[in-house]
């Protein structure tokens, strides 16, 4: 038991849903959130039927993976998104999301036929396919010009869903592609600008000799003396975990050496050399993209990747700074330790996989039982994604987020 009289309220819960036969679950749920009063005591489940309702409280205790309990006394706690960038992506990311939440829908649908002149084909066929094309879309979905529109698409996606539920970012970080998400959320560009951009962005790097990614354990003072004329730091995750581009053969090469050394080290699954010097030839043709659009100042604060701490005005409508960024090195890890600096905020993925949320848990900087939470289950976890989204809205709510469900 969490707290006084939890017991007895459980069980008037479950007398007045019992009595409750014939009314509609959410029906009842409405008024639990929109009239009473809100305590520091709190606890939430999350079910699909007044059945399942009764069941879990009658037969689970408030320690148990279903009933989440908590006492907050912070109100109105700041999140700040999280949006992952290429490698996070996978077919049918947030299909039940798509067949159930009409505001989620809405906005895949709007980014889709956005992105159709620009793609040559509609992205929902990709993430979305028939059963029959689901290799056909994996292997598209791995292909550097499909991945980067599909992942924004998906994020931006979840992003307004999460802002319809009331759960807006107090500030932002992004990686790599990911940033784009969170410029276009802040006004920096528009939506029909954006998805432009990055499926530019895509075409041009889709058009560069193939490369590869490496990840390295190992510091950036470690990993820079190793990466000679032909090399590039591509990211910096976390203090001692880093990314290194380049070719396939250099890479695998370096990888050899590593691993004779014990450092831990992984080939990432990758078509292209993001961040590296192989993208030097497409900055100028991407710059004079950017030129022929018009970028505002964000009204949203967030990270930049470039310089690892808060963007400026200057930095965010200068299209020098957009070409450069998918040149420059993904300070990821100096981005969160800026974000840490601030014990209260809760940081939450907003996009596939749970790749971000790992890197913040183990931040060194994250203060011991600071938050961090993800949108989507893992791919390879048989999990509703509509039951595990409602778990996270609960569980923000249970730490003190203004949350609104209609």
Known sequence: MKFPGARSEIANLIECLKQSAN?????????????QKAFKHRWMLVCDTLDNAVTTLETQTLDSKKVFTRFQETEDRPV?????????????????LYQTEKTFREQVDICSEFSKPHLGLDIRDIIYPDEKQINVATQ???????????????EYALAKLWSEWGVRPQAMIGHSIGEYVAACLAGVFSLEDALDLVAGRGRL??????????????????VLPLLGKTLSLAAINEPNICIVSGSTKVLEELNDRLSE???ICLLLEASHAPHSHEM??????????????????PQIPYISNVSGTWITADQATDPNYWARHMRQTVRFSDGLQEIFQKTERILLQVG?????????VQHPERAAGQIVLSSLSHPYEEESDVAFILNILGQLWLEGVQVHVS
């Open 280 to 297: 030097d030839s497409i900055i100028e043709p991407f710059k004079s993209y950017l030129e022929k659009m018009t970028l505002r100042p």
């Open 205 to 222: 790097m889709q058009e560069l000799p193939s490369g590869a990614m490496l990840a390295v354990e190992l510091s950036e003072k470690e």
């Open 80 to 96: 700040v998104f999280m949006f992952p960038g290429q490698g996070a992506q996978y077919v049918n990311m947030g299909l039940e």
């Open 352 to 360: 596939p996989g749970r790749t971000l949320s790992a890197m913040a």
């Open 23 to 35: 009314r509609n679950l959410a029906d009842i749920a409405y008024p639990y959130q929109v009239h």
């Open 261 to 263: 050394k014990d450092v």
């Open 140 to 154: 598209k979905l791995q292909q550097t010009l499909f991945a980067q529109s599909a992942l924004f698409v998906i």
